[in-house]
């Protein structure tokens, strides 16, 4: 049997020492406090952002040549200018800066904690990312130390030519041509802002030329769920869920044997 509001108002009154305030604006209104109101709940934690949304980028503008001078570390792993030293690393030269700099900052939010990029971008500002991303951006696009073109089977490379550039309906592939551009150079309107001066497709990242192991390991973390950290994470999640490991191989061997 529930009771009356009165005795409720009372118990509330009699049992909240620590909840005075609520019962004195409850009466203050004009309102017996229920019990509920009365319980002393925990202040509500404020909702932590658990993605990026990265729907309405701004553009990214930093220094080239100061970000040049804080490259020295990201040599060892990038080359000094963006074409990485072997195919487990990604390039970075010519990649839009918009892309670059949110990279940077989901390593930092520690999007994935296991990566080699989390303890490197830990200790990194917001103006030295803003600086890297435009001197990676500022360079050009360099061949790859190792030549992939020279190790690359021909089949599985017109395989991923074909699968980039029509999808599998069959399958359920989507082309990737469609946003990652016809030449693999990212959305070919990725520059044009929309009517608010911002450019959701700049953070539509070029794929020509990159390094094989890093494509397939990246395919691989978005397929697998374990690189979810914004919104183009999503997008990429989606699209990976129809990849298996064959499309995967094939797609990596003829975006790697592309000239840049
Ligand atoms: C020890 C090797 C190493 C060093 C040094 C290093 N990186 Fe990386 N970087 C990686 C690896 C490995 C990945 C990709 C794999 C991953 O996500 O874990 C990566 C990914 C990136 C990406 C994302 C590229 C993409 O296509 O999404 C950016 C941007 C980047 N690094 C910038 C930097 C900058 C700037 C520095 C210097 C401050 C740096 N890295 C130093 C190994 C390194
Ligand atoms: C609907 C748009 C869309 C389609 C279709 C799409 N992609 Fe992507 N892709 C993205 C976005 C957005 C990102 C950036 C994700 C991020 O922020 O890390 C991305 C990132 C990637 C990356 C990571 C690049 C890097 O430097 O780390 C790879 C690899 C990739 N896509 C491959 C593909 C392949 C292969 C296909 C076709 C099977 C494809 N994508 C289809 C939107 C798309």
């Known amino acids: 049997m529930k009771p009356s509001r009165p005795r409720r108002w009372i118990a509330a009154v009699a049992t909240a020492a620590a ?54 570390v990201c040599a060892a792993c990038h080359g000094v200018t963006g074409t990485a030293t072997t195919a487990i690393f990604p390039n970075l030269a010519g990649q839009r800066a918009e892309y670059l700099y949110w990279e940077l900052v989901e390593y930092k939010r520690g999007a994935q904690p296991e990566s080699p990029m989390t303890p490197l971008a830990t200790g990194l500002s917001e103006q030295d990312m803003r600086d890297l991303a435009a001197y990676y951006a500022s360079q050009q696009r360099q061949p790859a130390a190792q030549d992939p073109q020279a190790t690359v089977d021909p089949t ?3 395989a991923g030519r074909r699968l980039f550039l029509n999808g599998d309906p069959d ?9 990652h551009g016809p030449e693999a150079l990212g959305y070919p309107l ?8 911002l450019s959701p497709y700049a953070l539509y990242p070029a794929l020509r030329g990159q390094q094989s192991t890093y494509l397939q390991s990246r395919l691989n973390a978005f397929q697998q769920g374990t690189l979810l950290d914004s919104t183009n994470d999503m997008i990429m ?22 000239p840049p």
């Open 171 to 179: 399958k359920g592939i989507a082309p990737c041509q469609g946003c």
């Open 19 to 72: 909840c005075a305030c609520v019962a004195a604006m409850a009466m203050a209104q004009g309102v017996p406090a229920t019990g509920a109101q009365a319980q002393a709940e925990p202040a509500a934690a404020p909702v932590a952002v658990r993605y990026l949304d990265l729907r309405r980028p701004e553009p990214i503008h930093g220094d080239a040549a100061a970000g040049k001078a804080k490259s020295e």
């Open 156 to 158: 599985l490379a017109e």
């Open 237 to 258: 999640h989606g699209v990976a869920q129809r990849l298996d490991a064959q499309t995967i191989e094939s797609l990596a061997a003829w975006l790697s044997s592309l």
């Open 190 to 197: 990725a520059a044009q802002a929309d009517g608010a001066h």
